[in-house]
Every structure is written in C-alpha cells, then in structure tokens.
C-alpha cells in the first residue's frame, strides 16, 4: 500500500512550516538593518533636519543598530537607548524621524522582558532620572517629561508582569522539555544496549558452544587449531561484551529469557485487546526469520505504538500492518482515535525512543495525524 509509505498530510505541512519559521536574532539583524537604511533616508530626504543633517544620520544609528544585538545584551542596550535619547532630548538634537521610536521601544521591551529583576530596576531606575533630568536642557519641558517618563514606566512594569513572566516560564518550559528529551533518549539507548546485549551473548555464546564441540570431534591437525582459535576469541568476546555492556542492566535480578521478534506479536495484539483497544494485525508479503536486533526493534516499535494509542486514543480501533518486503521491512501502526491530537503536537517521549530504534538499523520513522483522522506512526527498516 502506498499510503503506509508516505507521512500524513499534516506532518508534512509542520515540516515545511518549521523549515519555515525565523530565527529571532536573524530577525533582530534584519529590523535593525531594515530601521538603520529608512532612518537614513528620513535624515537626508527630509527637511526637519536640514540644518544637522550629518550629526542626525550618526545619532539615529546608535538605537537602530542596537536592536541587532539587543536579545544578547538586553539590560545594556533597554538602558543605553532611552538614556542617550535623553540626553539628545535635553541638547535638541533629536532628530524627529519614525525610525528612531520604533528602535527605542523596541530597546524598552528587551528591558523589560529579557533581564532579571535586578537589572530591570537598576536599568527602569536610570531611564525615569535621565527622563526627568533631560527636562532641564534647552530642549526640555519638565510639564512634559514628568507624564511621558510615568506613563514609560508603568508601560514597561504592565509590559514585565504580563510577557516577561510568560516568556520566563515558556522557556523555563522548554528548557524542561529539552532535558526530559535527553533523559528519553538515554534511557532508551540504554535500554537498547541491554537488549542487544542479550541478542549478541546468545548468539556468541551458541557459536562457542558450537565451536567448542566440533573441536572435541575432529583430529589434531589445522583444522582443530581454527576452532580453538574460534572458540578462544568467541569467548573473548563475550566476556568483554558483558563487561563492557552488562554493567547498563537496570536490575542484576532480571530473569532471563529470550527477546520478542515479530512471532510474538499476536500475544501483544491479544494483549492490547483485552486492555481495551480493539487491534487488527495484518500481515503482507513471505514472512521469514530476520535478524535478531531487526525482530527486537520492529517489535518494540509496535509495542510502543499500541501502548501511546491505548493511552492517548481514546475509544478507537487500531490497526498494525506487518509488510516483508523484498529488502525493507515496513510496519504501520495506526488508530482512528480524535485524542491524537496531543500526541502530533508534544512528540512524546515514546516517539524518541521508536526514532532511535529504527535510527539504529538504517530505517527511517514517520508519525502524525492522518488526513482521515487518527494518528499513524509508519517505519521502514532495511533488511539486507
């Protein structure tokens, strides 16, 4: 089927528009670029500043460049700009083009949101005394400085209690979900490694085993010096393998028994439908042995891809379609439910953990919502 091998309309759409969306700080670089060239024509092409054109172009760069690099230094920059309007205030010398407000409040709002208490107040504090002290220069009106430095004051205080705690906590938030992504993705590599550990120390150990006894049948001669040979490294290996991987085992007291392969997913199926999810398995193409490692990850794939739509999808029905193909393995596990909504726009953790396992064998893994509702997680994994 083709549909299993193409991603969901809508994560296709969340691709492009991720693709799509702008760094911020490219985008402070491009406003400041973009207010520097307009006030530079407001200075030269228009007659308000016809008598001190030169000086008007050099001060109207100090608050346009600015918003350049006013995210990386927030405090220096929502103090530096309203106090040297100030001061050009109080000298009449302020040029009177629309460039240089847009780059002023663009500076009171890094203030105000992007820097701790401690420096907002200390900054809030500088802008009122230069606010109100420009009024004594042959430029100022203590009549009209009073009002604009309180209305500044309590714009940039409403401005900090509303965006800057939100912005705070957003990224507080992201952060959190930063680690937490981390954590899963530790956990999950080495919940691998333990896994595969027991896949290889099988098959090493069969092959020791094996080597072993064909040595014990043959004569001396070449031929037994190879299999002692085989039977010394294989042993080798396998003691280093368990020193080296053994020590991820979360508990020393985990029975041993032998990984699922994909034989064992009609026991999950059947297991997922007495939870509550109604799950049809479907099984397309020669189905024959693969590798051990392969088996191990398509079927915790499927067994995590049943348990998010067990939690997330709500009353639904689920579907998982096995497809052995002539080089790829391909598995589709999707459900109608309308809660996997939630799911398409947090990740979740379990998708880590599922793009690790197909990352770990060549495979690639799509998930989202589909276009007919529900939500279907698709993988291919190389088999040759």
Known sequence: MTRARQPSSVTSVAARLSRLRVDPVRLDYALAAVLTVVAQIEVWFTTEVESHRLWGAIVVCVPTLSVAVRRRYPALVGTLVPVFAASQHALGRDPQIVSSPIAYFCALYALAVWTSDRAFWIGLGLIVAADLASSAGPGGNFKDAVPFTVVTAVAMLLVRRVIGDRERRAELAERERDVAAREAVVEERARIARELHDVIAHNVSMMVVQAGAERRLVERGSTQEVLESIEQIGR?????????????????????????????????????????????????????????????????????????????????????????????????????????????????????????????????????????????????????
């Open 236 to 384: 080798s290996a396998l003691t280093e393998m368990r020193r080296l991987v053994g020590m991820l085992r979360s508990d020393a007291d985990d029975p041993l028994a032998p990984q699922p392969g994909l034989d064992d997913l009609p026991i999950l199926v059947t297991q997922v439908r007495e939870a509550g999810l109604p799950v049809e398995l479907l099984i397309e193409g020669e189905q024959r042995e693969l590798a051990a490692g392969v088996e191990l990850s398509a079927y915790r794939i499927v067994q995590e891809a049943l348990t998010n739509a067990l939690k997330h999808a709500g009353d639904a029905r689920a579907e998982v379609r096995v497809r052995y193909g002539r080089d790829s393995l391909e598995l589709e596990i999707a459900d109608d439910g309308a809660g996997a909504a939630a799911r398409a726009s947090s990740g979740g953790h379990g998708l880590v953990g599922m793009r690790e396992r197909a990352a770990l064998y060549g495979g690639r893994l799509d998930a989202g919502r589909r276009a007919s509702g529900g939500f279907a997680v698709r993988v291919v994994l190389p088999i040759q």
